[in-house]
């Protein structure tokens, strides 16, 4: 079926930057919705960034607008997330996730995008293993 594999996780000083990746591979697939969480332990899991892949509109939490640029990449299938800036509050397993694909129209996982709501993580199917990101000195 499908598969998430995250990858471009690290650890680095406050103001560094990393760039994470996730490809998608397996049963041909198109989402309406790829994004990004993150988890700390003891936390509950946030969202972070997301996409509309279908008209390449981009969301973000406020903890990291500014700081982080989501990005798609159609030709290797492939979704980044730029980190810039980084924190030690960034500090978290970072997970993608994407949606079912449902050819419907809006799909319930847009009105997540566009509610910035951490909960919106029960509208994705798909979801990586994780990738640890580290901001210390």
């Known amino acids: 079926q499908v598969r998430l594999e995250e990858s471009g996780g690290g650890s680095v000083q406050p103001g560094g930057s990393l760039r994470l990746s996730c490809a998608a591979s397996g049963s041909p697939y198109s989402s309406n919705c790829m994004g990004w969480f993150r988890q700390a332990p003891g936390k509950e899991r946030e969202w972070v960034a997301g996409?509309?892949?279908?008209?390449?509109?981009?969301y973000y939490a406020d903890s990291v607008k500014g700081r982080f640029t989501i990005s798609q990449s159609n030709a290797e299938n492939t979704v980044s997330l730029q980190m810039n800036s980084l924190e030690p509050g960034d500090t978290s397993i970072y997970y993608c996730a994407a949606d079912d694909g449902a050819e419907v129209f809006p799909p319930p996982c847009l009105h997540g995008l566009r509610s910035a709501r951490s909960d919106s993580y029960r509208l994705y199917k798909y979801w990586g293993q994780g990738t640890q990101v580290t901001v210390s000195s």
């Open positions: 996409i509309y892949t279908r008209g390449g509109n981009t």
